[in-house]
């Protein structure tokens, strides 16, 4: 099984079926997928009968690849686990910024690699640091690497429960289901 096949899996036990829920901004999904981003890949129909052979495209394409969680899989399948993850729940945005802090934070100063430019947008300069932590800390450095994403999507989660109260319809889940 594919390392993408592997996180779609996981995430489909997460995400589940069909939900309306009134507090959601994103309005009905199912399999974890907006109504929005379905109309953007051509699907017109009836959130509820969402095929999940079309979720799992949109997932591969808008969330898999556009971050380069092909690549990532290759070098550290738990850091690609861990970003897509958090790619679907907030935004791919997130996923790689939290990824590019995360590695300047553990360069000891710039002697092991460069800080590399927070942008939210894995390129190659994010991935060659992503191989200096290999080098440097080895597995051990990929653990803490997941925690350090983890504290920061975790961060995330109550920040913007603060700033919008219906979000706390969700904070205890969102932490439950996706942080650990």
């Known amino acids: 099984m594919s390392e993408f096949d592997k996180a779609f899996h996981k995430l489909m036990e997460v995400e589940g079926g069909y939900v ?3 507090s959601d901004l994103g309005g009905p999904t199912h399999y974890g ?7 953007e890949y051509g699907y017109l129909g009836d959130m509820r009968e969402l095929p999940q052979t079309l979720a799992k495209e949109i997932y591969k394409d808008k969330y898999w690849y ?7 899989s290759q070098l550290a399948p738990a850091v690609a686990a861990e970003m897509f993850d958090t790619g679907v729940n907030m935004g791919s945005f997130w996923a790689a910024l939290f ?19 927070e942008d939210g947008q894995v390129g190659s300069l994010t991935i060659q640091a992503l191989q200096n932590l290999i080098r440097s ?4 450095g990929l653990v803490v690497l997941v925690k350090a994403m983890d504290c920061l999507q975790g961060a995330r989660y109550l920040h913007i ?20």
């Open 20 to 22: 309306d829920h009134p």
């Open 33 to 39: 997928i907006t109504h929005k981003t379905a109309v």
């Open 66 to 72: 556009s971050q380069h969680l092909d690549s990532i």
């Open 99 to 117: 990824l590019q802090q995360s590695l300047n934070a553990f360069n000891k100063k710039e002697t092991l690699w460069y800080d590399i430019k």
């Open 137 to 140: 800390r080895g597995d051990e």
């Open 161 to 180: 429960s603060e700033k919008r109260q219906d979000n706390e319809d969700f904070t205890y889940g969102w932490i439950k289901e996706r942080i650990g």
